[in-house]
């Protein structure tokens, strides 16, 4: 398993929660803030660029990345998706 950054730039607000809604389907997720969440997933990041944009369109952006050299955060969404990162990033 691999663990990705999501992050995405939707302006309509629907659509936005649709992302969000395909990005749960990768069961494994915590999100890191509202246009960023990290999954994990056996896919390569452009599949799972290309499992979330059926939903975007040509004015919505998303970027995946693979992590997995460093990581910092503060204030992350409670204690659970702090420790979530810690095990996963």
């Known amino acids: 398993m ?3 950054i999501v992050t ?3 302006k309509d607000l629907t659509r936005k929660k649709q992302v969000k809604e395909k990005l749960k389907e990768f069961g ?4 890191i803030h509202d246009n960023a969440w990290a999954i994990r997933s056996e896919k390569k990041a452009t599949e799972v660029r290309d499992f979330v944009t059926p939903v975007m369109t040509k004015d919505d952006r998303i970027f995946v990345i693979r992590t997995g050299t460093e990581a910092a955060w503060r204030n992350a969404y409670g204690t659970d998706h702090s420790e979530w990162l810690k095990k996963y990033l």
């Open 2 to 4: 691999t663990t990705y």
């Open 8 to 10: 995405f730039e939707i």
């Open 28 to 31: 494994t997720y915590c999100p």
